[in-house]
């Protein structure tokens, strides 16, 4: 692809005085100034359904409401989703803060790991885009007063079938693993009183 570089600044020749020879435009600058900008935009990709050859860089890709019929060679350090890797550094997931509410909603879309300051007797919702194969934990905080307590909607199974008990004490820290079983089902186990 080429970009359009002008040959000849017409605005120029409006300054030169009458009678000069280059204030005439000629029919080459003309035609050479149309050879130009022809090749700049036929090698340049439509906007609707561009077609590529050859090797396309980009540095991000975003496909909404298509598909990719082709095959899309990336560097060798990224990584692909149906792939196996290993790693080699650290690998991490944001902790997604969660908006306290008596029924606290969860997108487990958005994240795997959450947090929330309870500031009153809650329920934990059933989280939407519940995948399975997904795990993760969930922090949750006393508020400064404490002895709050949590409910949990019937996706979360926990050992024995009985949902746990949260530690009582303002400022408390409790965390929540779990693994998405089902669309319907979240395994979770609980460590009570993090300190």
Known sequence: MSNYTKATNFATKDSLPT????????????????????TAVNTKANIASPTFTGTATTDSLVVAGASIAATVALAASAV?????????????????????????????????NYSVT??????????????????????????????????????????????????TAAASVDRIDYVVA???????????DVK
């Open 19 to 38: 009678g000069n020879a280059l204030k005439i435009v000629s029919g080459t600058e003309i035609d050479t100034e149309f050879s130009n900008i022809e």
């Open 80 to 112: 692909q989703v149906d792939a196996v890797h290993t790693f080699t550094a650290g690998q991490r997931g944001e902790i997604t803060a969660l908006t306290d509410a008596a029924s606290i909603a969860t997108d487990l879309a958005l994240s795997n």
């Open 118 to 167: 309870l500031a009153g007797n809650r329920t934990f919702a059933n989280p939407t885009n519940v995948v399975a194969g997904q795990s993760g934990s969930i922090f949750i905080t006393q508020d400064g007063t404490g002895s709050r307590t949590l409910a949990y909607g019937g996706y979360f199974k926990f050992v024995g079938g009985t949902a746990p008990v949260l530690s």
């Open 182 to 192: 089902s669309a319907t089902q979240i395994h979770a186990v609980v460590s009570l």
